[in-house]
């Protein structure tokens, strides 16, 4: 599986912009970044995912590198509720299926 | 559309007991997938169910153990529970199971075993 890497915590400001970066160096080409966070004891919830190309939904938008070897997710206007742990996920699928291999995540701390 | 159901959502056990957790996927959806969530490993890959068929298992005793219904509806059991099996189990339902769906996931079942 391609391993993630994200910073473990950072703060933002509500109504400011919020950045997570995630690297994901060894990615093969057909593995999809998918986002997910999940507040305190709930279930994760899904944000986004992508390929190749940058993403935007209602949520958040997904920034990928040309090379893929790293991607960014974008909270365009943090609110208190957005207070999280963010996990950037490489979707390996198989023959055998599919998996999600959850790393340690950001934990994302919005401040009034 | 409702969401993925998870029953029962607490659950207290003492060791060597066997608990039963069931899970109700997003309706239409035919993949289910089980995770373990503990503070020390974090979020784990249990096992995933297609078809009513085991189609892949992460790196858990035998111990752990679970089944699908035709209906989609999903049962995981932990038998001879011992105090690390103390956890948050999560299921998670997919269309198809491959690698452009999105895994939804319910809220979990807290299992404490004393």
Redesign the interface.
Known sequence: DAKTTQPPSMDCAEGRAANLPCNHSTISGNEYVYWYRQIHSQGPQYIIHGLKNNETNEMASLIITEDRKSSTLILPHATLRDTAVYYCIVRVATAAGNKLTFGGGTRVLVKP | KAG?TQTPRYLIKTRGQQVTLSCSPISGHR?V?W?QQTPGQ????LF?Y?SETQ??K?NFPGRFSGRQFSNSRSEMNVSTLELGDSA?Y?C?SSLM????D???????T?LTVL
């Open positions: 993925v993949s997938s995770y974090g979020l784990q890959f995933e297609f189609r892949n992460g948050l999560l998670a199971g491959d690698s452009t999105t895994q939804y996931f319910g809220p979990g807290r």
